[in-house]
């Protein structure tokens, strides 16, 4: 039962860390950012995840609440909902997966502001382990942890141009067990967090053609701590910082492409390691340190406390870009690349998909290709099926009639 723990852990890690070389596991080099619920920053939904994760500046979509939820004021629709489904480490298991439903609704006559939700749940799921009893006996337990996340939204444009956006959300993880050999039990994690954004949009003009350019950010799950056992042990959630701009330019009648940048950083100081002291005690003192370091102490900690210095630092920030080719705003090609420092956990890879959008509901679908063959992200599949409120009630009233 002891090593159930240990099974979790590895389950986990595999979300969040490409399965490297063991040679450069064990270099100095290699030093990942470690959050808790690292599940917080699996991207949702296929059209993002096709074009790299990228969605701070993207046109708004149901899924906006995850990349940048201020996108909601400028939505062409009243409204709508979207359902998204990611099998996860399909390679190895078949009861891993992320679930997503998010949406939002226009709110108020000015069609200015707008409410949003959205709930995620991931399970890792079953878990297994046993052990002797230094006979024939063999005593066995079978847990299935899980994580899920539910949060509310507001957005409102400030001026044409420009909106904000806030969400608030709770965050459970429950990875408890108990150990029928010695009593202990670990409980489940519980936190709160929030994030703001905003979003900017202007309407070029080049040649005859208006062309649409937009910037956008979102620094999320600015929050509590979470503890499985207590308090003794804290970790960070993963508060992160997207930067995005995007410009899509007309190609003929019917016909656009867009292009896009995000950049990405975790607002969360790096974990202490034992290498970088010439002490059992010194790294004690400084793991004392991150361990009861307050979570707004810790961004602003972020930007220079890597052991390497600004080079280090650099080496934190991701890149996503993509391209996205739309036709009559029913059909929509996208590819993308991720790209994520080698020391940082190496998780990079292109991305391509496709949607099929009529009237009412849209269907879109991303395919996902590892630059490195051993890394779980490796040819993950998403779907995401949206339903929009305006084609509902469109056809609604052409039945009626």
Known sequence: MRNIKKVILLAL?????????????????????????????????ARASSLGNLGAATDPDMNSQYWNPSKYAFGYSTGGLSLSYTPWLRKIVNDIFLANLSGYYKIGHSDNQAISA??????????????????????????????????????RKLSSKFSMGVVLRYILSDLSFQDTQTGETNSAAHAFSVDLAGYYVTYPMIGRNECQFSFGFNISNVGTKVSYDGGTNNYFLPTNLRLGANFMFPLADYHSLSVGLDLNKLLVPTMPRVQSYDSTEAWQEAWDKWNTMSPITG??????????????????????????????????????????????????????????????????????????QSSPLDQTLRFTLTFDMDGLRDLIGKRRK
Request: proline fraction near 3%; aromatic fraction near 16%.
């Open 13 to 45: 890690s595999a979300l969040s860390v490409s399965a490297m070389a063991e040679d450069d596991i064990k270099s100095d080099m290699f030093n990942p950012v470690n959050t808790g619920v690292t599940t917080l920053s699996i991207a949702p939904d």
């Open 118 to 155: 959205s709930f995620r749940y991931f399970s890792l799921g079953e878990v297994a382990t046993g052990w002797s009893d230094g006979g024939d006996n063999i005593n066995a337990q079978v847990i299935h942890p899980y994580e899920f996340a539910f949060d509310l939204g507001y957005s």
């Open 299 to 372: 961004i602003f900690k972020s930007f220079s406390d890597a052991p390497g210095g600004f080079k280090e630092e650099l080496q934190e920030i991701g890149v996503s870009a993509g391209i996205e080719y739309v036709y009559n705003q029913q059909f929509f090609g996208r590819l993308g690349y991720n790209y994520e420092h080698p020391n940082k956990g190496g998780r990079s890879y292109f991305a391509f998909g496709a949607g099929f959008s009529l009237n009412v509901v849209q269907l879109d679908a991303s395919y996902m290709l590892a630059t490195a």
